[in-house]
T-cell receptor
Framework: GAVVSQHPSRVICKSGTSVKIECRSL??????MFWYRQFPKQSLMLMAT?????????EQGVEKDKFLINHASLTLSTLTVTSAHPEDSSFYIC?????????????FGSGTQLSVL | DAKTTQPTSMDCAEGRAANLPCNHS???????VYWYRQIHSQGPQYIIH???NNETNEMASLIITEDRKSSTLILPHATLRDTAVYYC??????????FGAGTRLFVKA
């Protein structure tokens, strides 16, 4: 089945630094990728929708200059948390769908736990 | 706002069937219902999906009401490893998905 790989699984950084999270579709072409964040004991909150070759569409309340999304190829999307602060600490999850995915499922990465000190 | 409504939590005895309901009264005629589950600190895992007919796979069964406004996920023989948060969703165009709070299922020995 289709696989989405997300890296790193865990990152700890100092306040003010930037962190990049990668999301790769390993065996299909991901025309659309989604980024979510999740706080402890809460549900997934959609941050943005990323289509290959075009600018990401951000949900209301999500700062596009804070969370930079790049989807330059059909197998890779990146989320960069710029000038991270402790309140950005969260679990970030990507998902992908596209051509060759069986039965039009949405496939999720394993998530990245970001801790900002 | 989430478009689905699920119980906050449910308990189930190990080996018994777990029946998880979901209301999705605003679903459109061509939108599929999907079920995912999330174990702590992992990404959501696909379980099953359906449009109108009931569906069954190696993990679960999905019962969709005739008016499609609700569905029930059935885990026929729950195990301790089925303890997780279960989400029912119906993606809109382009697979954009808003998650509700889900149901926290506790399977007890």
């Amino acid at each position: 089945g289709a696989v989405v790989s997300q890296h790193p699984s865990r990152v700890i950084c100092k306040s003010g630094t930037s962190v990049k999270i990668e999301c790769r579709s390993l065996d299909f072409q991901a025309t659309t990728m989604f980024w979510y964040r999740q706080f402890p004991k809460q549900s997934l909150m959609l941050m943005a929708t990323s289509n290959e070759g075009s600018k990401a569409t951000y949900e209301q309340g999500v700062e596009k200059d804070k969370f930079l999304i790049n989807h330059a190829s059909l197998t890779l999307s990146t989320l960069t948390v710029t000038s991270a602060h402790p309140e950005d600490s969260s679990f970030y999850i990507c998902s992908a769908t596209g051509t060759d995915t069986t039965n039009e499922k949405l496939f999720f990465g394993s998530g990245t736990q970001l801790s900002v000190l | 706002d989430a478009k689905t409504t699920q119980p906050t939590s449910m308990d189930c005895a190990e080996g018994r069937a777990a029946n998880l309901p979901c209301n999705h009264s605003t679903i459109s005629g061509n939108e599929y219902v999907y079920w995912y589950r999330q174990i702590h600190s992992q990404g959501p895992q696909y379980i099953i999906h359906g449009l109108k007919n009931n569906e069954t796979n190696e993990m679960a069964s999905l019962i969709i009401t005739e008016d499609r406004k609700s569905s029930t996920l059935i885990l026929p023989h729950a195990t301790l490893r089925d303890t997780a948060v279960y989400y029912c969703i119906f993606p809109t165009g382009g697979f954009k998905t808003i998650f509700g709070a889900g149901t926290r299922l506790f399977v007890k020995a």
